[in-house]
């Protein structure tokens, strides 16, 4: 299966200490190398610099596409754009996005997108990690997250 991420859900999920979900649910994860340089950016955490600057065996990266970007992903971060574009050009299975926008103009180009908050669910459904604390650690970070998603996806207690 090809995987092509954007930053975003890389960066939180190592921040929450569930980077395994990658590898034990797709593989390999492919990303641009606009996306590998955001990752390891003197900004980001120190837990995300490391991680990806020791390039773990599930992480390869990919030269960032050189073709134009269509109008739709004009306004896209270069990130996202990049990871769409390298999607488009490996016929990726997946891509991995959270940005509300990038994941619209994806989809309009034909790809399956999945977000941070789909690979939560996918990982508690296969017993990977538990759900409802995954959410509480994602909403200590920076992650903006829209409550009405959240009371939808987060268990219910019995």
């Known amino acids: 299966m090809k995987v092509v991420s954007d930053t975003s ?8 200490d569930a980077s395994h979900l990658l590898p034990t649910l797709f593989g390999r994860i492919i990303i641009p190398t606009t996306v590998e340089r955001e990752l390891v950016h003197p900004s980001a ?7 990806i600057s020791e390039r773990p065996a599930w992480l390869e990266v990919r030269p960032s596409p050189s073709a134009a970007a269509s109008d739709e992903l004009t306004p ?17 299975d997946l891509l991995i996005l959270d940005e509300r926008r990038a994941r619209r103009a994806a989809i309009q180009r034909g790809q399956k997108v999945i977000g941070l908050l789909g690979i939560l669910m996918q990982g508690a459904k296969r017993g990977l990690v538990d759900l409802d604390d995954a ?11 829209d409550p009405a998603l959240i009371d939808m996806v987060r268990p219910r207690s019995s």
């Open 45 to 51: 955490a120190e837990a995300v610099r490391h991680t």
């Open 76 to 92: 896209l971060h270069t990130g996202e754009r990049d990871a769409i574009l390298l999607a488009d050009s490996i016929s990726a």
């Open 9 to 16: 859900p890389i960066l939180y999920l190592i921040l929450i």
């Open 135 to 145: 959410i509480t650690r994602l909403q200590a970070t920076n992650f903006r997250l």
